[in-house]
């Protein structure tokens, strides 16, 4: 069942990040707050991991989403959202999902650039989904793909 909110969630962040290149801090934050609060509660994680494991995936998700935003190649949302994510479930979890995200994305791009029209398949509401010329591509579709992945295979 947890995985279903979290999958939810991820695909709320994803739907509005395709569509405005932004995520709400309602949406992230309020994530955040709420897998806080589980694992104060219960001392385990949506996905029952204990305590120390979601702190070590929040480290992980730190360790791997500042330096992005410290380049300014993601946005404070996808920081957020990692960081949630992190608080919400484990480290296998955290880095099956971003490995699988970067090679979603990666795919997703070879793909435009092979096919142009592929991306005209998309809504237009998707319009940063739709171009390679986009200047950064939405994450959040691609971790949503991510988490999917990480939930069949673990």
Not at 79 to 100: C, E, N, P, T
Request: hydrophobic share 60%; proline share 3%; charged share 10%.
């Amino acid at each position: 069942m947890a995985y279903f909110v979290l999958l939810g969630w991820l695909a709320a962040c994803a739907w509005q990040d395709a569509q405005q290149r932004r995520i709400s801090n309602l949406l992230t934050l309020g994530a955040l707050a709420a897998a806080l609060l589980h694992l104060l509660a219960l001392g385990s994680s949506f996905t029952g991991a204990s305590v120390q494991a979601a702190a070590l995936a929040m480290g992980a998700a730190c360790l791997l989403s500042l330096p992005g935003y410290l380049t300014r190649q993601m946005g404070a949302a996808d920081v957020k959202m990692l960081l949630a994510l992190g608080a919400a479930s484990d480290g296998g979890h955290l880095l099956f999902s971003v490995i699988s995200a970067a090679l979603a994305q990666v795919g997703w791009l070879m793909l435009l650039r092979a096919k142009p029209t592929i991306g005209l398949a998309l809504p237009e509401k998707w319009l940063f989904l739709r171009t390679v010329t986009a200047k950064k591509m939405p994450y959040a579709p691609f971790l949503f793909t991510g988490f999917a992945l990480a939930g069949i295979w673990l």
